[in-house]
């Protein structure tokens, strides 16, 4: 059964990723995005379909989504979560010196600055990138598909699946040299927690970092 859900879960992330990947250049954002309601409605639908079908692909198996306790404790998660985000962050930075698109920019998501007559829009934006986004992303990929991929391939070749798997369902290029380490530190600490939480918490706090320095 496992099997089964591994392949609906495959499905799933190629069917974005492909999808994305065929739209690349031509769904680029104007950095206006953010102070758009059209744009939160559309992530709002987007994220719940995702979430809807991560649902149906785990029903009855629940426990592979990993929403545990973590087994570490409070100190431990800190110190490891800690590690994966500096050295995620000392790799981002060598990118940027890189002689190619800057990778953040490349999605043209990024806002040229504040703009306070469209704040409702952005914190119903934020709220969307910073809760929603990371929840769902968690779910689909450090918990369900971890979960399958490791009981399938094992832990380690896991870790380096689910983060692969997590930079191609953005439909990027240059990105990806800072998307496909994020998501394997991500599931680095999903691995040694045995949770999704603190690897959300994680996610949420680079995109909170994201759209804070955007705006400033």
């Known amino acids: 059964m496992n099997g089964v859900r591994l392949g609906f879960w495959v499905l799933l992330v190629g069917a974005v990723a492909t999808i994305n990947y065929a739209a690349y250049g031509d769904n680029r954002g104007t950095g206006e995005e953010i102070y758009s309601y059209s744009s939160f409605a559309d992530g709002m639908v987007f994220y719940a379909v995702i979430l809807g079908l991560t649902l149906l692909i785990a029903i009855d198996r629940f426990d592979l989504l990993a929403m545990r306790r973590p087994t570490l404790h409070l100190g431990r998660i800190a110190r490891v979560a800690g590690a ?3 050295l995620v962050l000392v790799w981002e930075t060598f990118i940027t010196w890189l002689p190619i698109e800057n990778p953040g920019t ?9 703009e306070s007559s469209h704040a409702g829009a952005f914190a119903a934006n934020a709220l969307l ?48 040299l800072v998307l496909i380490p994020f998501g394997c530190a991500l599931a680095w600490i ?14 949420a706090l680079f995109n909170a970092f994201a759209i804070t320095v955007s705006v400033l």
């Open 106 to 114: 490349e999605q043209g998501l990024t806002p040229s600055g504040w």
């Open 84 to 86: 994966a985000v500096v």
């Open 129 to 176: 990138f910073v809760l929603f986004a990371p929840f769902v992303e968690e779910l689909l990929f450090r918990g369900l598909g971890q979960s399958l991929l490791r009981n399938a391939i094992g832990a380690t070749p896991a870790i380096v699946a689910v983060g692969v798997a997590f930079g191609a369902w953005h439909g990027l290029l240059y990105a990806l």
């Open 190 to 203: 999903r691995q040694r927690t045995e949770s999704v939480w603190p690897g959300m918490v994680v996610h």
